[in-house]
């Protein structure tokens, strides 16, 4: 009875309307929006110039061995090679270390040394690559070369510093990961008789997966993407490395540093233009594998299991 | 005497930012009983627990004085294995906490990080825990989807046959059934019994009742300190201290 009367009760007209609910909505969908329109501008702009090479060129030539702009030869493979070569070396010694040391930082180092190691690790992720390419062209180079190589200025010199500028975003990245791992799972471990190190290897690791392949992902994000220190440390040689046990040790040439160098330099619209544009959507292809790879890896349902805390 | 499974003496333990949370306490506990420890919170129930088998280790910094015999010998002692402590005095906690993986996996962690590697003993553990936890009958047929699927209730039995798969001496519960409906709280409370036939569990239990459904002996703590241990009995219908008849009564506070 009383029920119904409540309802008859209930005015006809819809609550007032909060305009300052309705301002931030609509300010939070915009800064969404942007970002999604930002990307697909910039994919935009990158075809437009870019199209020409994968038009123009036979995909023959376009992946052929030689670069030798001036003559019209645009064979990309060298420049992949030399990108893959690096930044492959630069992951391989950067992974283990990033994430030996987030291991060593979150579960095993006393507070008084995480909290001087933190900031430390925070710092090195400041220092312009500028500086570090300098560092490797006076310190790094003229090791390598005294060690036996033809010069010191190769992939394995660039691969060093891009292992070295990925390490701050790979550790701060992965600790996270680690600190977020309920403290119940290492009590509930513990509580059936693990060690420290099965505690970390069998239940905090596989916890934290998802979180360490998006610091690994950014990790390698960052060696793809950087241009500095290739220009300066790898050698700038476009030609394919011989395949050797010193496969590491000859100069090469990245994608990003062939762009860099040569963009001052060409005629607006030539092919040759499109063509550095074309290298660029290439690298925004290859991210972009990456990334899909990456969150197959993670795996869908466990991404949204963070999230909803389910 | 020599019954003692655990003998508790002139405990004292100080937490690393300086508070007391156990202050002289001495108990002992029987073989094959269910051994209930009570009190308000913050009265070093939890804290107790944890010193058992020495889960109170991963509190840097915390000190602690007198000693705990399992079986005779000090935890504490200087080439005590704190591992193998772990695997005889297992505890389970107030929130269940399945590892990550399927249900046979959480089940058989223990025994894989035991180094036991016989799948026939696994696989026989498995069914014996389930059987014993009484969530045998509800999981049998899906022993290989993630623990995370399970609910609350049930996960929280899991957790109570992860500890039975190592076959522990004792098992230590922390509030096992806090969060649980009555039905899941009956149905834990209904395995406890069958268990003591085979191990002596120690429990802080989720309220006054379900402490006096289930204990042999009850022991009453309050601010760190024991009031008063005696059998269930006398501890929940002739109590010797006042504070003991107050908090059981619900006067307390």
Known sequence: MSATKLETSTPDVSPPVRWGEKIIEGLIWAAGLSTILIVALIFIFLLKEGLPTFLDIPLRQLFGKRWYPIEGMFGLASLLAGTLLVTAGAVIITVPLGIVTAIYLGEFAPPWQREILKPLIEVLAGIPSIVLGFLGWVALAPIIQNAGAPTGLTAFTGALILAYMALPTIISISEDALY???????????????????????????AAKSGIVIAVMLGIGRAIGETMVALMVTGNAANIPAFGADIMFQPVRTMTATIAAEMGEVAQGSLHYSVLFGIGILLFLITFAINSLARKLVGGESVRRKRTGF | MTNDKIAVNNLFFTYPDGT???????????????FVLFGPARSGKTTLLRLLNRLSDLLEGARHQGDILFNGESVFRRNANVIELRRKISMVFAIPTPLPGSIRQNL??????????????????????????GLWDEVKDRLDTSAFALSGGQKQRLCIARSLALEPEVLVLDNPTS??????????????????????????????????????????????????????????MNPQDQRTEDYITGRFG
């Open chain 1, 180 to 206: 977020a791992v309920p403290k119940e799972y290492r009590d509930g471990a513990l509580a059936i008789g693990a060690t420290q190190w099965q505690t970390i290897w069998r239940v905090v690791l596989p």
């Open chain 2, 20 to 34: 007391e949370a156990l202050s002289n306490v001495s108990l002992n506990i029987a073989a094959n009983q269910i």
């Open chain 2, 108 to 133: 058989t962690y223990g025994l894989r990080m035991a180094g036991i590697k016989d799948k026939v003993l696994h696989e026989a553990r498995v069914e014996t825990s389930l059987q014993q936890a």
């Open chain 2, 179 to 236: 969060g649980l409906d009555p039905l899941s709280t009956a149905v834990v409370e209904e395995s406890l019994y069958d268990l003591k036939e085979q191990y002596t569990i120690v429990m802080v239990p989720h309220s006054v009742q379900q402490g006096a459904r289930v204990a042999d002996v009850a022991a009453f703590m309050l601010g760190g300190e024991l009031v008063e241990v005696c059998t269930a009995d006398k501890m929940f």
